[in-house]
């Protein structure tokens, strides 16, 4: 038995996850319609003014309605697609179920939507949107995604540890 065979020889089956078509190899063809999509999806959220500062400042002071019913309709149309996805078992564009699983409701979860607000109303800014503000030319926007990838990095290191 040479060394690959051995190392082979540890290596468990692969677990499914919750992301079943991360385990699919993407072509290069794939990620560019990813990115094409992910580019006009900026734009629409910039002409928007959804990754405006200003106007997440305002959800935050309750001055306007204009994010509530932005968020709001984003939640309406998300629940409708999942209904439709079980309701007619609709299948991905491989063709592949598409499985939704139930989740389940922790106290952590409460903790982190705080944080995740405060950091929100701190910098005016979302992980999604963060790209599109730096496309926008909004440069210190860098700092926050920074401290996205150093939080998201703090809670992988510690998560053991956290209330879930």
């Known amino acids: 038995m040479n ?29 560019l ?12 959220f910039v002409k ?3 990754v405006s500062w200003f106007r997440i400042q ?6 306007s309605l ?16 999942i209904q439709l996805i079980k309701k007619f078992k609709i299948k991905s564009l491989a063709g592949e179920p598409i499985k939704i699983a139930n989740k389940e409701f922790r106290k952590g979860q409460i903790i982190g939507g705080f944080i995740f607000g405060l950091g929100w109303a701190i910098t005016g800014a979302c992980p999604g ?24 990095w703090v809670y992988g290191r510690f998560a053991d540890k956290l209330p879930n």
Do not use: W
């Open 129 to 152: 949107p963060l790209f599109a503000q730096i496309g926008s030319g909004f440069t210190v926007i860098f700092i926050t995604l920074l401290s996205a990838i150093a939080g998201t």
């Open 48 to 50: 928007a003014e959804i």
């Open 33 to 44: 319609k990813y990115l094409i999509v992910g580019v006009i999806f900026g734009i629409v």
């Open 3 to 31: 060394v690959k065979e051995k190392d082979n020889s540890r290596v468990s089956a692969p677990v499914e996850c919750e992301a079943p078509n991360m385990q699919h190899q993407t072509s290069k063809d794939g990620l």
């Open 66 to 81: 204009f994010m509530y019913l932005v968020i709001g309709s984003a939640i309406a149309v998300g629940m409708i697609s």
């Open 58 to 63: 305002e959800m935050f002071r309750l001055q």
